[in-house]
């Protein structure tokens, strides 16, 4: 069954711009997770725009589910996923002055020392995911760091601007999903998903995970969140169960 994995960061964005309390992101987990979110995703940036490492710490004790910790492959944040011990990490490129995490990791690029922070994760039991684009030379890469997973980023395929470039997106992603399958790598995707692009996404049968934050919180904001949440699981569970 195709599960699904909620992203609170945007509840703690919020909360952010009054530096209050309120929303809380914690509270935003506890209850994507009522509502039947198979895991909890959070962002703990180097500039600590949202998630606090408060916030990370309180919901490694707070959730019953799993967690997954994005997070930049540097060394202060490593220091910190190995102290927390997330259920798994999901190393992503990160740029100070982007909204949001625009690209993939250029796994080719820095494959070496990728390999040294997988090993050092595995080291302190802590599986690996890696954020890239469908792309063949990346997925490659992604195998011989060690990795688990990759989640393969849908950035493109949402924000496509025709039907014919959003086909071309999806099918890059088809055949990334399949190649990645087919070496030993376990399969999510994510980012840009809503409720009217998903649909596509949940046909591909070696994506195995979603990871969803934006587009529910936003609903979540008209209709409650366990709402949300239910909303969407119902759509991508549509006729897989
Ligand atoms: N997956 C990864 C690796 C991400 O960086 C993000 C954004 O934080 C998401 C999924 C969720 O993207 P969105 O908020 O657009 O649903």
């Known amino acids: 069954m195709l599960k699904l994995g909620i992203n609170i960061d945007h509840v703690a964005t919020l909360r ?8 809380d992101p914690i509270s935003a987990a506890l209850l994507a997770e009522t509502a039947g979110a198979d895991s909890i995703v959070c962002h703990l940036r180097e500039d600590r725009r949202h998630i606090q490492e408060q916030d990370l710490h309180i919901l490694r004790g707070a959730i019953k589910t799993k967690l997954n910790l994005e997070m930049a492959a540097s060394p202060e944040i490593i220091k910190i996923a190995c102290q927390e011990k997330p259920d ?31 090993s050092e994760f595995r080291k302190s039991g802590i599986p690996v995911s890696l954020f890239i684009d469908a792309d063949a030379n990346q997925i490659e890469a992604a195998v011989k760091t060690g990795a688990e997973t990759v989640e393969l980023h849908t950035g493109r395929y949402a924000d496509a601007a025709t039907e ?4 071309a997106e999806l099918k890059k992603i088809a055949a990334g999903s399949n190649m990645a399958k087919s070496l030993g790598l376990k399969v999510a995707a994510g980012h840009g998903l809503d409720y009217r692009n998903v649909r596509p996404i949940t046909r591909i049968p070696e994506i ?11 609903r979540a904001v008209f209709i409650g969140l366990e709402e949300a949440v239910r ?11």
Not at 88 to 116: F, H, I, M, N
Not at 231 to 241: A, H, S, T, W
Request: aromatic share 4%.
């Open 16 to 23: 952010q711009q009054r530096r209050g309390q309120e929303p």
């Open 88 to 118: 798994w990490v999901t190393l992503v490129p990160e740029k100070r002055a982007e909204l949001t995490t625009e690209g993939g990791l250029d796994v080719e690029k820095r494959s070496g020392y990728l390999k040294d922070v997988v």
């Open 164 to 167: 014919k470039e959003r086909d």
């Open 208 to 218: 195995e995970e979603l990871n969803i934050g934006y587009s529910i919180i936003g």
């Open 231 to 241: 909303e969407m699981i119902k759509l991508i569970r549509r006729g897989k169960c």
